[in-house]
């Protein structure tokens, strides 16, 4: 879709993998509103702090009230726990599906009416390549976003018909602070950013942006033979 001259609004985007996004779309042109908790924490130029807490629904309500003419939605606000699915804290775990989940579908669910007035939008969907692969010490976020995968399939589906293009965005590890603790190789979030904003532009339905994400998207296929071989 064009992007020069269109809306969207960020969620999470005060820092990390949002605040990329942010910076990205408003360099090509977009008038962009960085959603965030703290509005203050904001730090971009040209962009438009805007309060929103995606698991308060007053607080999603009152912001798809204060904008309007939003084409483009990134759905990028997420929380990792490291709970894990016997022993981790269930309150831990409901608050990933909070917000990874349910947040992405209330704020979805907010801001369709905006998308549905234009005749190109679009709606992108940070998932994570361990939407297809469960990983023990982070097994509530790995369902979690599984959900969210699913949730994006659904959504494809019924928005399809005002318009409204669906997308996931699958990348395995990036450096933010989400991923700080975890001592592994790990994505720019700038490189990612660019090709997340590519993907947009192209009307892609699904952009797996590391070779992680591709490896185990391929692995489906053989199911839990290929995808935990530890177990078999």
Partial sequence: MKLQGTAAIVT?????FGRHVAQQLHDRGVQVYAAARNPDSVDLNGVTPLQLDVTDPASIAAAAAAIDGVSILVNNAGVATGATLLEGDVDSIRHEFETNFFGTLAVTRAFAPQLAEHDESYVLNVLSAFSWFNVPAVGGYSASKAAQWSLTDGLRQE????GTRVAGLHVGLMDTDLTAS??????????????AVNGIEADAFEILADE???????????GVATLYPNLV
């Fill in 182 to 195: 975890i001592h592994a190789p790990k994505e720019d979030p700038s490189n990612i950013a660019r090709l």
């Fill in 212 to 222: 992680r994400s591709n490896a185990i998207r391929a692995g489906l296929a053989g």
């Fill in 159 to 162: 928005l399809a018909g005002q």
């Fill in 12 to 16: 999470g985007a005060n820092r990390g």
